[in-house]
């Protein structure tokens, strides 16, 4: 199996496909502007105590507070407590963490009253971004990742990923890091630093040892609360530390900066691969070219289709997840309805593992297969969904199908489901029913053209419209193109783009920057 990663970095947002043997499995897609991650770590107030939840709400910035469980303040918060008094007392001089003591645990069955007041500043990390109605959730209980070592401050001993079996190997990772760890910090070691040499290691400790000093830092130097400290990783390169391999081909990147940062990056935890880094320059846009937009369209939705003609059907509500497995008008199997019920449930077991990577669904997903009233039918879908799930990084749980047919699927989920809207709103008329002629859409085009070229002074341009558009525009050999190119110079270009709608266009200038070329009363 060959693995790509293709990165489109647009003006508004950044979008992350990972492809396996050019099958799109996993897709992310965020705000530039995004202001929250999981991972952040943030110095904040505590804004309102709830004994009855034994839990408190804190200010991290968002318009819904976030929300703090006692028993996620960690057992190390009072050693917190105590060094982030040290660290605010003097502005100029930083206490050495190396010199900061530990105290006791926290008590398990404390109170969150008796530990926290209204006000008091705490030192939190994002692990579940907002979903829904629902703010974010926080753990007092620090952690830094990196692509091979997790490092915990205040943390007391290593630990050894349980993926990595063999004994031996597990004793030499465990003596490596102790040798390597800071003093006052525990450490975990991940799956993939199975078989990696001391100096790979050491390397990485550094730097996530730099991260944990660079936030003590901020908290040090700065007074406005809540206050960022720590951003992790843009979801591109975070994405790239949970999922690098080396059987990873290519990672394309059509953006020069996040180009930069993910050489960067990959030269860092793999120089032997930093080759495969890319920067994409073709004319059509990077998903386009690798068919992932088609992908996309094809993949989200409510009905989702698979193999001969059968189909999914995925519903969300705020508790769960709902699938339905339907045969659809496929050929039946000419051994009989239980060997057809098993052929369709086998496909809806592949495909569902994919879309829940894709969708990156969470929390309770229910799954309603096809009867099969043969017992070890039914054990063999349940062994095909576990075998399909294995390539899943999230924490998860797979029962086997009820006496209903329905089988159970827990996932862990750390942020909202990827929801991508596959419906095209009419770009002419907006819902209203009514628009403008068809056969002038070409006419109004050249407008557009006209008013960018000789009144706004922009001569090198590119304009995306649907490839049925883009089809007629360059059909002929004195096509539409050509004319425009001798009316307005070579600097026109049509590029076809399979995100458009059938009337939908937009322009970009010669440093692919959106122009926004549309009417008042277009959209309206």
Known sequence: MTSEVVIDVQE?????????????????????????????????KVKKLMPGLNACFVDVGYERDAFLHYLDLGSQFNSYTKYLKQVQSDRKKLYPFAKASHLPDLKKDGSVQSTLTVGQEVLVQIVKEPISTKGPRLTGELSFAGRFLVLIPFGDKVSVSSKIKKGEER????????????????????????????????????????????????????????????????RAIALLRDIFSPDFENIYVNNDEAYRQVSDYVSLIAPNKAGIVKKYTGSVPIFDNFNITKQIKSSFGKTINYKHGAYLIIEHTEALHVVDVNSGNRTRNENGQEANALEVNLGAADELARQL???????????DFIDMHLAEDRQLLYERMCKNMQNDRARHNILPLSKFGLMQITRQRVRPVMDVSVDETCPTCNGTGKIRSSILFTDRLEDKIDKLVNKIGIKRFYLHVHPYVAAYINQGIISLKRKWQIKYGLGVNIVPSQKLAFLQYEFYDAKKEFIDMKEEIETK
């Open 357 to 367: 990577r894709l969708r990156d669904m969470g929390g309770i997903i229910v799954v």
């Open 171 to 234: 004793a030499r990772l465990k003596q490596l890091v102790q040798t390597i760890r800071p003093k006052n910090c525990g450490v975990i070691v991940r799956t993939v630093a199975e078989g990696q040499r001391i100096a790979a290691l050491e390397g990485e400790m550094k730097v996530l040892t730099k991260r944990w000093q660079n936030a003590i830092v901020k908290v040090q130097k700065t007074q406005n609360r809540p206050q960022l400290v720590y951003e992790e990783a843009v």
């Open 12 to 44: 508004k947002d950044i979008s992350t496909a990972l492809l396996e043997d050019k099958r799109l499995v996993e897709y992310q897609n965020e705000p530039r502007s995004a202001s929250f991650s999981v991972g952040n770590v943030y110095i904040a």
